[in-house]
């Protein structure tokens, strides 16, 4: 029997092995399904799936380099991770962009980034 987890996104990817990479790097997921169409990532905190976008929907997309951050997108989730200055280095390393500087929420510092295709996320380091 499986358990839901707390919290899931799926993210529809151009290219499937680099989105879901960035992803498993940058909230040190790990990778519990795989096949042409999907990738599933699971961490403490939830699932991610990384959902290929059909070949008919593809053929029109366009992703530039680096990633032009999607800023008309409906939704911007946000994922804590351990360190910022550590999710910065990945994001860029991993073929994403940092949007912006660090700032100060309430009991959290955030930094907005977008993954390899433009995708924007949010990023929160718990203040102590």
Partial sequence: MSTIPPTGLVIYALELHTV???????????????DAKH????????????????AEYAKDIRIQSPPVP???QAIKPWF??????????????????????????????AL??????????QLRELSN
């Fill in 20 to 34: 879901s990479r960035f992803y498993a790097r940058l909230l040190l997921a790990k990778i519990i399904h795989a």
């Fill in 112 to 121: 907005d980034v977008c993954d390899p295709e433009g995708n924007v996320l």
């Fill in 39 to 54: 990738q599933v990532l699971s961490w403490d905190d939830g699932q991610l799936v990384i959902h290929a976008i059909p």
């Fill in 80 to 109: 804590k991770v351990t360190r910022l200055l550590d999710a910065r280095w990945t994001t860029e390393f991993c073929g994403g962009r940092v949007c912006g500087e660090v700032w100060q929420g309430a009991g959290y510092r």
């Fill in 70 to 72: 999607r800023e008309e």
